[in-house]
Nanobody, 121 residues
Framework: QVQLVESGGGLVQAGGSLRLSCAAS???????????MGWHRQAPGKQRELVAT??????TYTDSVKGRFTISRDNAKNTVYLQMNSLKPEDTGVYYC?????????????WGQGTQVTVSS
């Protein structure tokens, strides 16, 4: 089992920046199963959407955050980050970290508890 703990959310004005962190813990074999990690977000009244994904082979972003958000991973710290710049009010929502052992898949096996991001206009 992999445990994921997010941090770094908060309140920021439009145009500002935040960096989210997601620390993975568990047995070594469990952490090694986090081959694919990603950030999702859920705005009030909307469905959860995938924002960014990172593996050793590729990185992807949803169109609305391209050029503004950067996902990265520090394997030594078992941590994945989401650097969010030029934030907009529509970026507001709960941001969830997720992980899965399968590199090429759409499912996610492990989820964090979420961290709130609020962007004021």
């Amino acid at each position: 089992q992999v445990q994921l703990v997010e941090s770094g959310g908060g309140l920021v004005q439009a145009g500002g920046s935040l960096r989210l962190s997601c620390a993975a813990s568990g047995s070594i074999s469990s952490i090694n199963r986090a081959n694919r990690m990603g950030w999702h977000r859920q705005a009030p009244g909307k469905q959860r959407e995938l924002v960014a994904t990172i593996t050793s082979a590729y990185i992807t972003y949803t169109d609305s955050v391209k050029g503004r958000f950067t996902i990265s991973r520090d394997n030594a710290k078992n941590t994945v980050y989401l650097q969010m710049n030029s934030l907009k009010p529509e970026d507001t929502g709960v941001y969830y970290c997720a992980a899965d052992p399968v590199m090429y898949s759409r499912g996610w096996s492990y989820w964090g508890q979420g961290t709130q991001v609020t962007v004021s206009s």
